[in-house]
């Protein structure tokens, strides 16, 4: 495979709420980081956008997956609102066709039937936040209806077992991308490489006194969830949904 063409972006860095914990378990595997990034610039013809909701939690994967992919492969940009004047070159990008943007949905198209015909390398643009963030960003960004919306089809489970995903099937951000790039490339090593960094993260965190957490689909299912049951009839329905292994 060809190296892959120079890029137009540059990554920004996140917040630097999450650096320190991130940064920690990188200092460990360091030996390891500049062998993802080689194998990575010989592996990826794609662009990867991804949009960071800020949030005061640390434990987020996007600031992994910034550090494991070349640095003209990543963009990362942090807000929730993106006007076409006051991102242009964004509005360039989602007005391409090569742009593909990941969001579940009845409009979406499964991942692995997508065709880019395009010249150009295609664009993955990926959203980041909580599951109402996400939905917040996708629905109120009007440059988001341009590119092709697309989805995985997957029933792996989440590596990311430090935090509570919603589903059995719920993936964090960087898995999200791992499991993309893996099928746009058609190449499984991509997925494993990327998610070495997660898995070294839990472990790190796991063994300094963090505790594995299942879904709130496992939970819910088997009676274990201890929380007060939402008096919000639109959360409570979507408990109701799990339950009833109905896709929300």
């Keep these: 495979m060809q190296p892959p063409s120079e890029g137009v972006f540059?990554?920004?860095?996140?917040?630097?709420?999450?650096?320190?914990?991130?940064?920690?378990?990188?200092?460990?595997?360091?030996?390891?980081?500049?062998?993802?990034?080689?194998?990575?610039?010989?592996?990826?013809?794609?662009?990867l956008h991804c949009f960071l909701v800020k949030e005061s939690r640390v434990l987020r994967t996007v600031p992994l997956l910034a550090a494991c992919l070349p640095p003209d492969k990543c963009k990362i940009l942090v807000g929730r609102r993106f006007s076409e004047d006051r991102y242009p070159e964004?509005?360039?990008?989602?007005?391409?066709?090569?742009?593909?943007?990941?969001?579940?949905g009845a409009e979406a198209t499964n991942l692995e039937e997508v065709t880019v015909m395009s010249s150009s390398p295609p664009v993955m643009i990926i959203i980041d936040g909580t599951w109402s963030q996400a939905k917040d960003i996708f629905y109120k960004n009007s440059l988001f209806r341009f590119p092709k919306q697309v989805q995985l089809k997957t029933n792996i489970s989440s590596q990311y077992v430090i935090r509570t995903q919603p589903t059995n099937n719920c993936l964090s951000t960087l898995e999200c991308a791992a499991v993309a790039l893996t099928i746009m490339e058609k190449n499984k090593s991509i997925q494993e490489t990327i998610l070495r960094p997660l898995q070294a993260l839990c472990s790190f965190q796991l063994q300094h006194?963090?505790?594995?957490?299942h879904s709130k689909e496992h939970l819910l299912k088997n009676g274990l969830y201890d929380k007060p049951m939402p008096k919000n009839k639109r959360k409570l329905r979507r408990m109701e949904l799990l339950l009833n292994n109905v896709k929300i």
């Design 209 to 213: 006194g963090a505790q594995i957490h």
């Design 10 to 47: 540059v990554s920004i860095p996140a917040d630097t709420s999450s650096k320190n914990l991130h940064l920690l378990v990188y200092n460990s595997a360091s030996s390891r980081e500049k062998h993802m990034k080689e194998l990575l610039t010989e592996q990826l013809s794609l662009q």
């Design 90 to 104: 964004l509005a360039a990008v989602c007005r391409n066709p090569s742009t593909l943007i990941l969001y579940p």
